[in-house]
């Protein structure tokens, strides 16, 4: 289904009534939407479907995913947080997981942004090269 453009300034406009100091309130965005179903304007699905993206990608930008071969200790957890934190800002859920497939080495995706410093992904790029 195709958005309209004033649907989709609607959706802007009521996502960025839901952020408090640059962050999402999640009981502003509930509150957005039982507002939009009781009253149900025009282009009401439009409306919902593109707030709905615009809240997905607002949580994947805040979302931090770290794998390591290993388990990391908590202090390169923290550490690690720290850093993410200094570059993302406040407000990131990060959970650490272990992938034993990477060998060695440390891959972190924060949103779309991904930062790989695993050995797989090395032997990878030099099996490529031959």
Known sequence: MKTSKQAQREARQLFRSCLV???LDENRVR????LLLEKKPRGCMGILMRLQRLVK??????TARVESA?????????EV???????????????????P??????????GSDLY???????LERL???F
């Open 57 to 62: 990608l607002d949580r994947e930008q805040h």
């Open 101 to 110: 497939a990477l060998i060695g080495g440390v891959r972190v995706q924060v």
């Open 31 to 34: 509150r957005a939407f039982s």
């Open 81 to 99: 947080a720290a850093r993410i934190a200094k570059n993302y800002g406040a407000g990131l859920d990060i959970s650490f997981l272990q992938n």
């Open 127 to 129: 099996e490529d090269s």
């Open 116 to 122: 790989d410093g695993s050995v797989k992904t090395r």
């Open 70 to 78: 290993t388990p990391l200790s908590a202090d390169l957890q923290a």
């Open 21 to 23: 100091n640059g962050l």
